[in-house]
């Protein structure tokens, strides 16, 4: 799958991501494939198993950054939500809202996995050139 077929799979501002990455296509796959490493979702539910506050809003903070410049809509509104549940103290929001976030992630990451690596080629074969 291409860049280009991610709205096919998510809800994506697919143009407004693409613009803050110059319109190049391959540098925004490489942050797109960066989402696979990255430990925020992973420090984000251990600040959510722990009930630490301050972990929670910190680290849905990254998220709500790094989902909305992505163009990943859903997670982006989600985290912003959770962000807001902790700020005004509506503690009985964060783990509902975690649940959803942890879908939703998801979701990015099986549709990540299917784009082509950078390298790859699709229906174009390179053949060595022929000697005569």
Known sequence: MKVRELDQYLKIDLEGALARF???EDMYARFLYKLQQDE???KLTEAVESQT???IERYAHTL??????LGLEEGYQTSSELVQAVREDHTEKIEPLYLVLKEQ???YLNVIGMLE???QLSLIHISEPTRH
């Open 117 to 119: 690596q950078p390298g």
């Open 40 to 42: 925020t979702f992973q």
């Open 64 to 69: 709500k950054g790094v989902l909305g410049n």
């Open 105 to 107: 992630i998801q979701t």
């Open 22 to 24: 110059m319109g190049r």
């Open 53 to 55: 506050l301050s972990d």
